[in-house]
Every structure is written in C-alpha cells, then in structure tokens.
C-alpha cells in the first residue's frame, strides 16, 4: 500500500505561485491515479487535478489555466504547480492515491492572502 507526504504548502500574496509535492512509498507508485483535491473550512472536499498512470490529466473548471499536475514515476512524486493565486484558492491540499482504493495524505495548508 502506498503512504503519501505532501508538502510545499505555505502563505502566499494574491498573484503569487506554489508548488505542492507529494512523495509516495511503499508501493508501485506508477500503477496508481494520483490526484490532488483541497478542502476549504465549512465546504467539501473538492478535487483539484488528477492524473492517471498512462498521462491523462482532469482539472477542475476553477483551476484550469493556472494551475499544472505532473507526475514523476521515477521519483515517486506527483506535483502540483499553482499560479496566478486567489484567495478562494485557500484550503487544505491533499494528495490522493487511487487503484479502486482510496489513500489520502495528511494534507498541507496553502493560504492566499495580502
């Protein structure tokens, strides 16, 4: 099973950029969906971006454009690169491993704010 650590999270000004990391171990990281989704207080989990083994990449509407998830099988790692922030970007980031079961990081807080 695979066990997932993200970090790069931080406080950041409304324009600004971040990137996320998420390391696996553990598994065959390259066999899994990786995903990231945030959680913003009193709203839902929400997914962010995904990307499957073979390449294929879903963003959400409210990211695309600014945001870029890329995967890299030979470091067991899968980013997240954040541009162009807003402040309804603040939330709680958690990267996500998929293969019919579901693995969930301890999540990194991303704030945008002047």
């Known amino acids: 099973q695979v066990q997932l650590v993200e970090s790069g999270g931080g406080l950041v000004q409304p324009g600004g950029s971040l990137r996320l990391s998420c390391a696996a171990s553990g598994s065959i990281f390259s066999s899994y969906t990786m995903g990231w989704y945030r959680q913003a207080p009193g709203k839902q989990r929400e997914l962010v971006a995904r990307i499957t083994r073979g390449g294929k990449i879903v963003y959400a509407d409210s990211v695309k454009g600014r945001f870029t998830i890329s995967r890299d099988n030979a470091k067991n790692t899968v980013y997240l690169q954040m541009n162009s922030l807003k402040s309804d970007d603040t939330a709680v980031y958690y990267c996500?491993?998929?293969?019919?079961?579901?693995?969930w990081g301890q999540g990194t807080q991303v704030t945008v704010s002047s």
């Open positions: 996500n491993a998929d293969k019919g079961i579901t693995i």
